[in-house]
């Protein structure tokens, strides 16, 4: 029984990265289908705006899969598509943060999304340094942190239509969001990887 709830939670979370990630890749296409206010986001800042996309999308596509630990004749597409991963990750966190710094938010939200970036790469480089020396019970714990701050692009395009609806004033709730995407994904994992030992 645990191992089916442990694969449905991983069916899901991958069907949701896989989604999320397939909505946001509009950004990328010659004439993305866009609200008035994304388009003005994109316009004003167009390059550092589809640097953090594709590789946001890229990580979410990949990210899900890289929990399976492949081995025998699939072990390069782990180790292929980890290499991915992590560029990805890499690229879209120091993208992010140029967003986070020049955001139009106010400098609370700009703060709660540049420590999203800064956590996004902590976590990443540390997953890739523990592949390299061999530690690889560290790697993959650092992997899962890593993925959860991935994760935070679902979190965030969940919590933003839910914050539109609500009475509460949307640039006060996305104010929270820039923190509630990231920060309770990144703890529940890390209460998980506590009981686990």
Known sequence: MRRVTTWAGFGLMSFLCLATALFSARFLLPTPFLTEGMAA?????PAVLLTHVAGGVTALALGAFQLVTWRGPRRWWHRAAGRVYVVACLVGAVAGMGLALTTQTGPLAGLGFGLLAVAWFGTTSLAWRKAVVGEFAQHRRWMIRS??????AVTLRIMLPVAAMSPIDFATAYTAIAFLCWIPNLAVIELWLRLKG
């Not at 986001?41 to 800042?45: C, F, I």
């Not at 993925?147 to 935070?152: M, R």
């Open 41 to 45: 986001h994109l316009e004003a800042r």
């Open 147 to 152: 993925l959860a701050l991935t994760f935070a």
